[in-house]
């Protein structure tokens, strides 16, 4: 049984004396596992940095429970439990004690903090991935006993705590690795949560705490059939225009707020009149001139005759600079879209334009010196037009030339606009007065945050505004604004003594003190730490124009890979589109292309000079085009960890200053850093240099799984393609994206020359070096080309040296001779530190 480093910690294993026999029960191995994975983990950390700590100060027990322990009556349903009410103060002394000790000293506390830590995190990964791999549901079911959820979830949750307070005492060059936690993934799919939208929240946010609070919120409450999802996708916002509906707004009659029975509600139809939409002729008209098309209503009045004149009197004009309007941001599936002509509704231009009056008059502190009459609005309450922006009625339809020419100016229309106003069925069930960390966190799990349309129009305007219930409006960048001074306000308290805090959390939230000092408590003093760590990310960085403008093309491109995960699209077309809007370039190379291919490669052909020749060994799904077998099909919901330092040239700016952490379920180094040449695509495919072998002629179609030996025989080289789909799903612990095809499909025939293209040399003790097989090769010159076939992992053995963890030998291997051949034969062998030039197609 493995220990931490401490003697305290050693007693929570040893002086235990268990048994094998003892510890086979389930249950005393779930009581023994929390009280050595929990208990005995917060132990040893404080053992370390000499602060007192009991762990029995954590344990509490019902008051049912301890009046029945004082009649001797011993009651199996009265269990003791854990509670962190204490642990703040802890945490506070753990601080105290570390700020003034000397950088030696702190340098080994961190060091055996980082070694018990990454113990525990280990011993969590391994025990999952013995879950999933469990050979039978009886299996897996007695070691989901050994460990139940509940007791996982406070261990992941104890390490997200103190890798929080290790970043913020230690300031560590990297972070303590917090793995995830698939029981709290399986709980919400229980609880109604889509499995694709879990999925994407872990991608993007990679904290528990942030997870266990959507959890405890609860599954988004507009219902949709996610029964098409998957682990990779959520699918259930795509719309199939065919099948598109635009819907009239909901007969929904509040009674005092009281719900309408259903029979009533059934026999309300809307009779407004059918759909309204401005002249094609005039829309086309303004397009081609290169404005803006707006869309202009009068508000209602008064009529001379005394009675209300609610008409649209709708109208496009030309936006001139002087003309304020907003920008519509919605999500198609909410049905205020319309694919076969540029009409909504009467009751939904009605519905928009009450919206729109009410965000101006509520809002004068942002809307007052925008519109003509300036501060007499909020005075007057009155408008005679409002002018905005939507897509389902400024951008042309039936005429694809003008249609395009308006989705290449999209970038003007939603940066030009005074404000974005926020349409979500989801977020406008929300309440505007909730608490903000749950507002937030709302957004992150809405339908509009998950569309990769949304982003640009979230991302290119200051005054982005998201409409909630009763026609409430919440200014997006607010909602970050409560949390940047909680984050602020914890480093100030970590900076003061334990002994010279004042009340100050409400006088910094409020930007006033009115309040006389009073001291603070160690408990008080930490009250704002979970909600510190949970803001820490649970907005995308996506938001604000600042984080996308005035980066290099390189930079630009690396967050936008970033920040797109876990968002999706209707078309695949769509993509290279709003990829190419983001990144402000080569937006008429991509729409002057027809089809869903051309227009992705003509986007690669954009970022072709910030592309990493890396590419060609990440996981993501290939192209099946000739010549671009090597090159991604798309960017979305793939690309996690080191995947993104394959596929941008990181080399034109400082990585360090990036988020190119590796995946935290995966224990794979990152490639040797040296500088990259640019890549170069050409008709033939993709030019790069990199070490690599070729290979005779194949006598026998090949294995999945194939060795050859080197250097006279002392080295063998064991390759598993990603069609080896146990090798692969094991080393990549199940997140890899393995091919759609079978083996039988691809596997190069007799006669077939193969090359073998590495990513990096192989150091005397490296882990699995990924490769690219190449298929039908030939060498021009210097030039090896070859098609791209599949993904390889390499590992190097020889008669000195074995990976620890090796266990791939000959008796594993395809070994027959008469149906595969898995034994190659090099043709030509490059020295080690050797590369040459490659041309991939």
Known sequence: MPSLRDAHFDCHVEGKGESNDKVADAAHTAAFLQEWLYLGLITSIFAICRVTFNGHDLIRYPSSFRRRKKKKNKNKNNRAFVTTTTLGAKLQQWYDQEKYASPSAKADHERDIRYNFTLVSGLLEAFNLRLRTAGNDAQATYLRNCLPGEIELSIVVLLATIQYFHTVIYDPPSSLPVPTCPWLSSLMVSEGWCVGQVSNLWRRHRNVLTMYYFKMLGPPTVQTDHSHCSNRRCIANNVLEDQYVTVHCPVEPSFMHFRVPKTITKRMSCRCGGHVGPSSEKLVAIIEQGSIPIISVRCPTAARNGKWDDSLDLDVIAYTGATPYVA?????????????????????????????????????????????????????????????????????????????????????????????????????????????????????????????????????????????????????????????????????????????????????????NNSPPEPWDFAAKFAACPSTILSMNVLPSNIGPRSILHHSKAELFLHVLTQIQGRDTSKASDEAICLATLLDVGMEDVLKEDTCENRWTAFLSVVEDVLSARIIFTTLPRMNRKGYHWAPRSFLNYVEGTELARIVNVDSFDPESHELDRDSDLDEPLPTQRVQRPVRISKGGLVVEFPGFTFQ????????????????????????????????????EGSVVLPEQSWDVVKPGPSSRLSLVLEDHFSDAAAPVRGALLTACSEEGNVVQGTYLCLVLVVRTTSSYRPPDFELTKEKLNQDAEHAQWDLAIDTKLGRREEREWCIA
């Open 697 to 732: 002629s194949l006598a026998n179609a090949l294995s999945p799984e194939f060795c050859f030996t080197a250097e006279n025989g002392h080295a063998t080289y064991w390759c598993m393609t990603e069609y080896s789909r146990p090798h692969f799903e094991a080393y990549f």
């Open 328 to 512: 519509i941001s919605h999500v198609w599936s909410d049905g205020l879209g319309n694919p076969s002509a540029n009409t909504l509704p009467f009751c939904q231009l009605r519905a928009l334009r009450a919206q729109l009056q009410y965000m101006i008059f509520t809002n004068p502190e942002y809307f007052g010196s925008v519109f003509p009459t300036g501060s007499r609005i909020r005075k007057t309450a009155r408008l005679e037009r409002l002018y905005f922006w939507i897509d389902t009625l400024c951008v042309p339809v039936n005429n694809t030339e003008m249609r395009e020419k308006a989705i290449l100016d999209m970038r003007n229309v939603f940066a030009a606009a005074s404000a974005v106003l926020v349409k979500d069925a989801e977020l406008n069930a929300q309440s505007r007065y909730c608490p903000v960390e749950e507002l937030m966190a709302r957004v992150c799990v809405s339908p509009w945050c998950g569309r990769l349309w949304t982003l640009q129009e979230g991302a290119l305007n200051d005054q982005v505004f998201v409409q909630t219930s009763h026609n409430e409006v919440v200014l997006l960048d607010d909602l970050n604004e409560p949390m940047r001074s909680l984050v602020l306000l914890s480093d100030e308290l970590l900076d003061a003594d334990s002994t010279d805090v004042f009340d100050r959390v409400p006088a910094a939230l409020d930007g006033e």
